[in-house]
């Protein structure tokens, strides 16, 4: 099996509370293909700590421009990561040898380290805790 790096996107505040929009410059839409004439589509995408399957639905806008963006989906494992603006999250490509492939998801926290201490660990712990 051949594994792939598709990107690597440090997260904005956009993408940790609303929805993850692709960095263009290497968007594959072979990978993340939208059916013509359609405006979403759900992707199982491999989650490489766990193998868990997680559901995201890429969608892109019928007027203007077609950035794609994951929005059904991905705020949930967002909160399940525990992940802020900053932090990375890197998707891969996996193929089989046969031409089908399966895409593959790592969350990277990036810590702040001050005098020992993870202050993004706090920030996690009081912003995830609120929200249960």
């Not at 690597?8 to 839409?29: C, G, H, I, S």
């Not at 639905?57 to 989906?73: A, M």
Request: hydrophobic share 35%.
């Amino acid at each position: 099996m051949k594994l792939e790096v598709l990107f690597t996107k440090k997260l904005t505040d956009t993408d940790v509370r609303y929805r993850m929009a692709f960095p263009m410059e290497n968007y594959q839409q072979d990978v993340f293909e939208i059916p013509k004439g359609e405006l979403s589509k759900q992707f199982e995408v491999i989650d490489m700590e766990d193998n868990s399957v997680k559901k995201f639905t890429c969608s892109k806008r019928s007027k203007g421009h077609p950035k794609p963006v994951f929005c059904k989906g991905w705020i949930g494992f967002v909160k399940e990561k525990q992940l802020l603006e900053g932090d990375e999250v890197i998707f891969y490509k996996e193929e089989d040898g046969t031409g089908r492939f399966t895409i593959k998801i790592q969350a990277r926290k990036i810590p702040c380290m001050v005098l020992g201490q993870d202050f993004r660990g706090f920030i996690r712990t009081s912003t995830y805790c609120r929200q249960q």
